[in-house]
């Protein structure tokens, strides 16, 4: 029997998301040189802002739900392009903190404008109203999901 999961919150979400990721890629390869990855990456450290003590490796690596590892060659690449740099910290040497270099904002600048033009294209067959509520809806459905996967929250289904 052929089952239809089309429908299914999961498979929708899923699918939007692998969709636009596919495409913000696309789009930030040609208009700016760096991959979704990358400027998830730059995008981190700048929410992080310059008030508080720089990242290391490790905690973006959690913050991007990849690998030490992963972020270790992602940083490699950055470091060596410009767009970051690393520096030791100066209580523990074998972490290292990372910062962002001056073009790097300019680069996020462009990869937000990308975003947002991605997602005018995407949403225009929704009225302003159905994209305000769309939003509202996957924020109140995000925070359940928060509440539901905290360690307090996890219940036998």
């Not at 029997?1 to 299914?8: P, W, Y």
């Not at 390869?29 to 802002?49: D, F, K, N, P, V």
Request: positive net charge; contains cysteine.
């Amino acid at each position: 029997m052929k089952r239809d999961f089309t429908q299914r919150f999961g498979f929708l979400a899923k699918s939007v998301a692998k969709l636009y990721g596919e495409e913000f890629d696309r789009l930030a390869r040609e208009r700016i040189g760096l991959t979704s990855a990358q400027c998830r990456l730059l995008g981190a450290l700048a929410m992080h802002g310059d008030e508080e003590e720089p990242l290391s490796q490790a905690e973006l690596a959690q913050r991007l739900d990849l690998t030490p590892m992963a972020v270790a060659g992602l940083c490699d690449r950055m470091a060596a392009a410009g767009w970051i740099r690393r520096e030791p910290s100066p209580t523990d040497r074998r972490v290292n903190r990372i910062h962002l270099e001056p073009r790097a904002e300019k680069a996020l600048d462009s990869a937000l404008s990308i975003s947002d033009g991605l997602s005018a294209r995407t949403m225009s067959v929704l009225s302003q109203a159905e994209r305000a509520q769309l939003l509202g809806l996957l924020s109140r459905v995000q925070a359940s999901l928060a509440e539901i996967t905290s360690p307090g929250g996890r219940k036998p289904s």
